[in-house]
């Protein structure tokens, strides 16, 4: 896309963006004595719910679902009487191992989507729920494919908010110092959940900013404005306070301050930022006892969890995606784990058993009237265990009985809260580095290690290509990093972390002896998709 070209369609997105901010901040509030009435009736309706969602667009004889229930031989009222005799989980996976499903390569567009021979068209539009359209635009990277904008309406988010309000009580937010740590735009999360814990009367007290460059002035200059509009508009919002490179010392010494004012914080944060402080409060013997760390964008793996506990905090992971909203988020009774309750009021998650026994490919499918669009069994390139949960808390008594742990990505790099689609670093390690610095593929492997202070990169380099630069290739692949779509931020993260090593060693093989250009964290062998039928 030319450079005068996307200035302006950035201008016209953050445009929309704050339109759609200002939008929902103004909206009524609930007067509903019951802060949680949509989520039970939801939880009542869901079946019923979902089959209207289904019905909607098997009823389009050309819609891209409608075929894929053909090719399956699978009808509506099939499905209709599949949910009810069965159970919705069920049906949702008969329609999986049918064939009714949809990759996240198809997906995104980036493999084509074939059932029994037939060739089905798969433009995103199919997806949109007509129902859910609202003002409030929500961009992915565009890492992994197409880069979808998904117009969120008021009443999903205002939906969301009864979530949001239940973690709030869960989590004694109003007795808490609430601290965000986190990217300025183009991620929009930590304004919009700004707005959403001001609306809620717990407004954030400090917002951390990690890896922002000189490049990143025009992002400086929209995040401030949003920030002056959220205010402006009666709302309490916080300006962004860039740290230091590589240094989490201001946040761990802010952390300390609150919990010697008995206000011990809650930090919104990614896993490897958490971990980063709890390393910055354990070198400077800061006592940020209390403090409760919640997380999320790659895997809280035992090391990260020990590192973060040692300093005195707990720390518990939310799990969502961009595409398809929030799937779950644990509860303080869920010490020690990497498990989370999930929202199945919203979406269902249905596993897919593939590969290594440790293995469970994940599927989605929308269950709201509102949802901003119509998915059945559409792949996350995440892996979960799921099951039945028995823990005695809000969560469960609510209606959220179903619980996944061991979550991991195996088709996406995640370190540093950041994702980068596996195929176009693959590209880049297998075809541009040994262009330009000689060598073939096989002699570059990018691998993802889990260290006790935060979520790293390793580029190995073959010892045969010794007498390469090393200085010179980290340099050259974080340039390249920041050409693929969604790598900007992951390059700018990386640079302000430390978070990328290049070392001179072998790349690992397989026992095969196949070198793989990727080893992502917690997926040694790939996952295998469904096959097309």
């Not at 494919?145 to 988010?157: D, M, W």
């Not at 709302?235 to 802010?254: I, K, S, W």
């Amino acid at each position: 896309m030319p450079h005068e070209t996307r200035l302006l369609h950035d201008a016209w997105y953050y445009a929309r963006v704050a339109a759609g901010l200002a939008h929902y901040q103004l909206s009524r509030k609930s007067s509903n004595p019951d802060p949680f009435v949509q989520i039970r009736e939801q939880l009542r309706l869901r079946e019923q719910r979902f089959l209207r969602l289904a019905r909607s667009v098997l009823e389009q004889k050309d819609h891209l679902y409608r075929r894929l229930f053909d090719a399956a031989g699978c009808s509506y009222a099939d499905l209709e009487s599949d949910v009810a005799r069965h159970g919705l989980r069920a049906a949702l996976r008969r329609l999986l191992s049918s064939g009714v499903y949809i990759t996240h390569d198809e997906f995104r567009g980036r493999t084509e989507l074939v059932r029994s021979g037939r060739h089905i068209p798969c433009d995103p539009g199919a997806f949109d729920n007509p129902h859910g359209r609202g003002s409030n635009p929500q961009a992915t990277s565009g890492s992994t494919g197409r880069r979808f904008i998904t117009s969120v309406s008021n009443r999903y988010l205002l939906y969301r908010e009864e979530h949001e309000t239940l973690e709030s009580r869960i989590m004694d937010l109003p007795n808490r110092a609430r601290i965000i740590v986190g990217a300025i735009l183009p991620s929009t999360w930590p304004i919009r959940r700004q707005v959403t814990w001001s609306r809620l009367g717990v407004p954030l007290d400090r917002w951390f900013v990690a890896g922002v460059a000189d490049s990143s002035s025009i992002y400086r200059a929209v995040t401030g404005m949003l920030v002056t509009q959220v205010n402006a508009l009666g709302g309490a919002a916080r300006q962004p306070e860039y740290l230091p490179p590589n240094d989490f010392t201001p946040v761990a010494e802010c952390l300390a301050r609150y919990r010697a004012a008995n206000r011990p914080a809650y930090v919104r944060t990614m896993v490897s930022m958490a971990t980063r402080i709890a390393s910055a409060a354990r070198d400077r013997a800061l006592d940020i006892r209390g403090t409760v760390f919640s997380v999320s964008g790659e895997p809280l793996t035992p090391a990260k969890r020990s590192m973060i506990e040692d300093a005195g905090a707990g720390v518990y992971p939310f799990y969502g995606a961009t595409e398809f909203g929030t799937f779950g988020f644990a509860c303080p009774r869920m010490q020690g784990e990497d498990r989370v309750h999930l929202f199945e009021d919203g979406v269902m998650l249905v596993p897919q058993s593939a590969g290594a026994e440790s293995q469970h490919g994940l599927f989605v499918t929308s269950l709201l009237p509102w949802s901003p669009r119509i998915v059945i069994n559409v792949g996350v390139d995440d892996s979960a265990v799921i099951e039945p949960g028995s823990c005695d808390c809000e969560y469960q008594r609510l209606g959220f009985t179903t619980h996944a742990h061991s979550i991991f990505s195996y088709g996406k790099v995640t370190s540093q809260g950041t994702t980068i689609d596996a195929r176009d670093l693959a590209e880049l390690i297998e075809t541009i580095l040994p262009a330009r610095f000689g060598g073939s593929p096989g002699d570059f492997q990018l691998v993802e290690i889990d260290a006790a202070d935060q979520g790293g990169i390793v580029l190995r380099v073959r010892p045969k290509l010794a007498s390469a630069d090393l200085r010179e290739i980290r340099d050259f692949f974080l340039d390249q990093l920041g050409k693929i779509p969604g790598g900007s931020l992951s390059q700018r993260l990386w640079k302000f972390s430390g978070g990328l090593r290049v070392v001179i060693e072998e790349p690992e093989a397989t026992s095969t002896g196949k070198i793989h250009p990727l080893r992502l964290l917690g997926s040694s062998a790939r996952i295998t998709e469904p096959r097309p039928r």
